[in-house]
């Protein structure tokens, strides 16, 4: 029974499941960091995914589609941009709006450009980047085959967030950008008093961080899947807000979060591989990375402190 | 930016994002059939509320829409669709089709059961056809029809059940004697293709090993693909997936992993492309059929509320044809499903249909 659920493919799956939470996650980090709440990850996702499969339909370039993910990402999160920045509207509610503008422009595209609501064609995707063949047989088959499948089996984005988080972890806390961007969220006015602007500080952060949702969306659609179905993204947006938080507002912390919920998600398909030996209905174990998350959230985490001046507008003057 | 300006762009905002709201409830309306031939033969105007999962799903809702557009063909009947995002679209829906006159309105889809028995009384003038909706005393104008899922899903099983043994029907065929079974969210229709494709298998293979695992969602392709990985990676060469959209990643993991794929609903070898190099049949469901028929009955006047069931017996359910896979199904395993087939609408056989019952 436990040969069945250590395999090489649990933590594969863990990793594929964590990777567009991840991304989307540093995306939300960035942004708050900033002092912007984006709640619009989802949105952003949805789009990007979109958007990815649509370029690389017209193109039949696979990364013509990521590059128009990762634009759309970061036209849609142009507007919660303006509306926080500018406007000072309340960030939730902008974030709420453009989620539901994101499932409208999508369907509504859908419509416009296929003819036809639910799921469209199937696009060229990314392969995975290496493609070695080793030993099958044997003890060294079996080494094989586990260094194969969890650390070899993956498509290039699954690598690119693996940088991005170590990047970005390091990036946030030892570069000038990284203080600056932390100031803004901490107290925008000190950092406006010392020359920083804070308007363009926040807006290449929400601009960031849009970016990366849509390069999360391009990883459900480009790699994993290959087509896009309408809400696909089925609520991943919001599990990577909570990650952000789980991470405590760390591009690396998001991303050991992100691989927590994964990994829960992945244990949960291999315990349901065992239905019929302990009778249990599927939607507790479909419950189980949801509840997994809560429960480290509330209590092996402690208190996560938010940044400040997060979710303030800011006024000049 | 002056204080007028910033009113100026707030008001254009919030248009815009008002305009979005509009935008998300998109609708599906279709040209009248044929605007230059006669005149449409009947006054009734028929419409449909989709579940969740949407038109477009290129199987349960697309296949309801199909029946409208049967009876669009047949009697000259005016049809709309209106898409559901979420559960909380259903009542307005329903709202604004019966305020806009039509009569008959069809929910499709078990999640919408409370809705159709909620509204139906509402609007009495209206017929209701509630699909794979079951009531215990519905109102006169409210139809719900049933289908036997499991008595199509019996027969996938037994085809899957006894291919899984035979290796020289294709080399995606392994040694192990595993078949899965990939279902969307748990919920009655969904368990009645489990069970019957478990009940299928046994009959024909009693040691046959099922794994079945449910994505919790019926539009989550990653997750379906997810699913069909692992059950793929456990030694399944058969995956049978009712997930609806999610079903659609199971065929991704299957085309990258090689094995075989049974669709559902529709006969998804003509509604999934890429499908096509490996899927043995699909269990259809003949919701057209269904709503073709209520139609029907509403346009003659002869529309009687309560429960059909759509079985084997009433080319409700069934298999599609096995198209590429023709010639490489042997007789044998054709002969099986055809005898279990002739068992089930005779009653030799009865179709379990929960998952105590199996």
Not at chain 2, 275 to 303: C, M, N, Y
Request: proline share 4%; aromatic share 10%.
């Amino acid at each position: 029974m436990l040969s069945d659920i250590i395999t090489p493919d649990l933590f594969a799956a863990a990793v594929r499941i964590a990777t567009p939470l991840a991304l989307a996650a540093i995306g939300g980090t960035i942004c708050e960091r900033s002092g912007i709440v984006n709640i619009a990850l989802e949105g952003m996702m949805l789009v990007g995914a979109f958007a990815g499969v649509v370029g690389a339909l017209a193109t039949g370039s696979a990364w013509f589609g990521v590059l128009c993910a990762i634009l759309a990402g970061a036209l849609l999160a142009l507007i919660h941009a303006f509306a926080s920045i500018n406007l000072r509207t309340d960030q939730v509610v902008s974030g709420t709006a453009i989620n539901i503008l994101a499932l409208g422009l999508t369907g509504f595209f859908m419509e416009v450009i296929y003819g036809h609501p639910g799921t469209t064609d199937s696009a060229p995707r990314l392969m995975p980047v290496f493609n070695i063949s080793g030993p099958t047989e044997g003890v060294l088959g079996t080494i094989w085959t586990w260094i194969n499948g969890v650390f070899l089996s993956f498509t290039p984005i699954v690598y690119i967030a693996i940088f991005i988080a170590i990047f970005g972890q390091w990036a946030l806390f030892h570069t000038r950008w990284g203080l600056r961007l932390r100031a803004l969220g901490e107290h925008p006015r000190a950092a406006d008093t010392v020359g920083i602007s804070v308007v363009r500080g926040r807006y290449s952060a929400v601009l960031m961080s849009g970016a990366l949702g849509g390069l999360a969306g391009a990883n459900l659609t480009l790699e994993q899947v290959g087509s896009f179905t309408e809400d696909m993204t089925n609520g991943r947006g919001f599990i990577a807000l909570a990650a952000n938080i789980f991470g405590r507002w760390t591009p690396g912390g998001s991303y050991l979060a992100s691989l927590l919920f994964g990994f829960a998600d992945a244990l949960q398909i291999k315990l349901q591989l065992f239905r019929d030996v302990i009778k249990i209905p599927s939607q507790f174990f479909l419950m189980l990375p949801y509840v997994l998350t809560v429960v480290v959230l509330a209590g092996v985490v402690g208190r996560a402190v938010a940044p400040a001046a997060v979710g303030k507008p800011y006024e000049k003057g | 930016m002056d204080a007028r300006m910033r009113k100026f762009l707030a008001l254009f905002v919030a248009c815009a994002l008002v305009a979005s709201f509009a935008v998300g409830c998109s609708s599906t309306e279709d040209e009248p059939a044929d605007t230059t031939t006669d005149e449409p033969m009947t006054e009734v105007r028929a419409a449909m509320v989709t579940d969740t999962g949407g038109l477009g799903d290129k199987s349960f809702n697309d296949l309801a829409y199909a029946g409208l557009q049967m009876a669009e063909q047949e009697y000259g009947t005016e049809i709309k669709a209106l898409a559901s995002n979420e559960i909380a679209d259903y009542e307005p829906n329903i709202d604004q089709l019966a305020s806009a006159g039509y009569d008959v309105i069809f929910t499709v889809g078990f999640l919408m059961t409370d809705t159709s028995m909620l509204k139906a009384p509402e609007y009495p003038d209206v017929a209701f056809g509630g699909i794979d909706q079951f009531f215990d005393a519905p109102p006169e104008n409210l139809a719900g029809l049933l289908f036997k899922e499991n008595e199509g899903a019996y027969l996938a099983g037994v085809l899957a059940g006894l291919a899984t043994l035979d290796e020289t029907l294709d080399d995606r065929i392994n040694a192990d004697n595993t078949i899965a079974f990939i279902g969307g969210m748990d919920i009655p229709p969904v368990e009645k293709f489990e069970v019957g494709f478990i009940a299928g298998a046994r009959s024909v293979n009693p040691d046959v090993k099922v794994i079945s695992l449910y994505a919790g969602s019926f539009d989550d392709q990653a997750k379906g693909k997810e699913l069909a990985l692992a059950s793929i990676e456990q030694g399944a060469d058969i995956v049978f997936a009712a997930a609806g959209q999610a079903g659609i990643g199971a065929v991704t993991a299957c085309l990258e992993q090689g094995a075989l794929f049974i669709g559902v609903d529709a006969d998804q070898y003509e509604t999934v492309d890429e499908a096509k190099p490996i899927i043995l049949t699909s269990a259809i469901k003949r919701v057209d059929q269904a709503v073709f028929q209520v139609v029907g009955q509403v346009v003659e006047g002869t529309f009687t509320g309560g429960i059909t069931e759509f079985g084997l017996a009433q080319d409700g359910v069934g298999l599609a044809p096995y198209h590429d896979f023709e010639d490489k199904i042997s007789q044998d395993i054709k002969d099986a499903v055809d005898k279990a087939s002739a068992d089930v609408i005779d009653g030799t056989v009865t179709v379990p249909a929960t998952r105590d019952a199996l």
